[in-house]
């Protein structure tokens, strides 16, 4: 039996192994500080019992499991929780968790509770193994024909008439990963959360292109449209991916011959940082249409992280493009057009200073007084005595 522990405390980690390692001498555990730490751990280890802290910094142990039960169903897990954490354990348990833990764990239910899973396990993989084996076999043929024919490769005989009988029309949605020194755990991530919003969209799956592109097929639901999809990814990706991402999409797909050629524009329209500025299409760019979300938005909240998600882009990727193409930090650019947009409006005695801020997207006044005065080394309201008669009036 493969334990793996996963708690910030070293204290309850280091406890919680002596404890089974003194009542089970053949069992295997692992330890993790971090549920990072546990999502590698899950990837280079088949392990059968996961007991994971709740509130850890970070990623808690629920978003752990949601983000890791589709790739390792066969995971019994086990959540450890304080008094007052009672709903998160209820919520676990919900999710599949098969028994939570109250701290301080005292280690006659810690034992009892192992000797239980151990059971299960033994009676579960006397009677399922072969059938498991067969099916992810299945699946596994399944995905890697397809990454074949999406990449263009000889598939040999292969009859691809069961793909087109089981989707009829589906969209493709592809995601490019940057930074390859961490592309690893990055592309484990994308491919549990593409694969799981799939499959509570609709139906399909995903499959690995290469290190830093995975594609999903998604034959959604009718009502939910593609741009929705890509949202609901950005949104899920951009809290749990750390290196920068892009992700485009297809629209509908309806014959099976045409997936090659669709991955091949797909690919062309995602940018490596490095070479953005030389690759990016002029007009049709992320940062052209943030430039003129920008242009239409000084009201409201241009922060990077709004713009960055409007364009479908992670903020660090958006902020390193916008750069190279505007020759500009992201927060210097939108308050210099800002400043120049106040100035104009300071001409019009009938606007009020505060009408001014707010119309610029400063809901306080003394922050804009402030930008302002660093920007031109004077206050607004200096600025409009300096104003020829005529012009404007303090």
């Keep these: 039996m493969k ?22 001498s053949d069992a295997e555990v692992h330890l993790a500080a971090s549920p990072e730490e546990a999502v590698e751990t899950l990837a280079s280890c088949r392990i059968d019992v996961v007991l994971t802290d709740i509130l850890m910094p970070g990623m ?3 978003e752990l499991m949601r983000l890791t039960r589709r790739r390792h169903p066969q995971v019994k897990w086990v959540v450890i929780s304080a008094h007052s954490e009672f709903a998160y354990a209820q ?6 968790a098969r028994d939570y833990l109250l701290k301080p764990i005292g280690k006659e239910r810690l034992i009892e509770l192992i000797h239980s899973l151990r059971e299960e396990l033994h009676q579960e993989h006397a009677v ?6 067969l099916k992810q076999n299945l699946k596994y043929l399944r995905e890697a024909v397809f990454q074949r024919w999406a990449a263009g490769l000889d598939i040999g005989r292969f009859d691809m008439s069961a793909f087109e009988r089981s989707y009829p029309e589906f969209h493709l949605v592809l995601v490019a990963l940057g930074s390859p020194g961490k592309a690893h755990l990055e592309h484990f991530i994308v491919d549990n959360v593409l694969s ?4 509570m969209r609709g139906d399909g799956f995903a499959a690995s292109l290469d290190s830093h592109h995975l594609l999903g097929l998604a034959a959604l639901r009718p009502g ?19 290196v920068p991402f892009q992700i485009v999409h ?23 940082p490095a070479a953005a500025s030389e690759r990016e299409p002029c007009g049709n760019s992320p940062v052209e249409v943030a430039l003129q ?5 000084f009201h409201s909240d241009l922060s990077l992280e709004k713009v960055a998600s409007v364009v479908y882009l992670n903020p660090v990727y958006f902020s390193q493009l916008f750069k190279q193409k505007t020759g500009q930090g992201y927060k210097e650019y939108v308050i210099h057009l800002r400043m120049e947009r106040a100035k104009e409006l300071l001409q019009d005695p009938q606007l009020r200073l505060v009408d001014v801020a707010e119309r610029i997207g400063y809901q306080d006044m003394r922050h804009f007084t402030q930008v302002f005065r660093k920007k031109f080394m004077q206050t607004p309201t200096e600025f409009r005595q300096r104003l020829p008669v005529g012009e404007g009036r303090g």
């Design 3 to 24: 334990l793996l522990i996963v708690d910030d405390e070293k204290v309850i980690r280091e406890g919680v192994k002596r404890t089974v390692r003194g009542a089970f």
């Design 60 to 62: 808690t142990g629920l």
């Design 91 to 96: 919520e676990a348990v919900r999710l599949g």
């Design 128 to 133: 399922s193994a072969e059938s498991q084996l």
């Design 196 to 199: 799981e919003l799939i499959e």
């Design 224 to 242: 939910t449209a593609i741009e929705a999809f890509h949202e609901e990814l950005h949104t899920h990706l951009k809290r749990y991916v750390k």
């Design 250 to 272: 297809s629209g509908p797909v309806t014959d099976i011959r045409s997936v090659p050629e669709q991955v091949r524009r797909l690919r062309s329209r995602t940018v490596a």
């Design 293 to 297: 979300y920008i242009r239409m938005h």
